[in-house]
């Protein structure tokens, strides 16, 4: 077995391309130099629509088709996430979610109810007005089957150990307020 530090980084590399295939990944772009990505973002699952808050610039939103919101700080360091040889010896950063919200659909599938999370596809993620510039911001969901989620996001936060959905050294969480079904069971 070859143990040289090239050898090492190719095994590295490939373990993240086998991540990759389970999901779906995300990226930004600066204007200014099109010929490689900004920030690339590992989403947990299949990434159905995105955010980029203009309140919020540093703070990137996914949905997927499992019904996961996500959230990526992207003033996290790039040397926190594993990277990616792009050529030329340069390393691209693949940045895990630090927020993922499937833990919550885990525990209302358990308790019988669908209150807390998606359940089925996320069709569009949008950003409410902020009051101030230091407000907090709140999003909505919507999903397939009609269920609009208001969140708010919260920052700087530590780690709540009830919370299964942050990541170990993430400071954003997202708390469900309120659950407001858009479409009737009644025919």
């Known amino acids: ?42 989403c947990v699952g299949i990434p159905s629509c995105c955010l980029l808050p203009v309140a919020k610039p540093h703070l990137a939103f996914a949905g997927t088709e499992e019904g996961s919101i996500q959230i990526w700080n992207l003033r996290e360091p790039g040397s926190s996430h594993p990277s990616v040889d792009i050529g030329n010896g340069d390393r691209l950063a693949v940045r895990a979610p630090t927020y993922a919200s499937d833990s919550l659909a885990n525990v209302d599938s358990l308790a019988n109810t669908s209150t807390s999370a998606h359940m089925c596809a996320i069709s569009e993620i949008v950003a409410l007005p902020v009051a101030s510039e230091d407000g907090e911001l709140t999003i909505g969901s919507l999903d397939l089957e009609g269920t609009l989620i208001l969140w708010v996001v919260l920052e700087q936060v530590e780690i709540d150990a009830s919370d299964l959905g942050q990541a170990v050294g993430g400071k954003e969480r997202l708390l469900r307020t309120a659950t407001v079904p858009l479409t009737s069971l009644e025919a």
């Open 1 to 42: 077995e070859d143990k040289s530090p090239e050898a090492k980084a190719k095994r590295r590399d490939a373990t993240m391309f086998k991540r990759l295939a389970s999901g779906g990944l995300l990226a930004t772009w600066r204007l200014y130099r099109p010929d490689t990505p900004w920030a690339v973002m590992r």
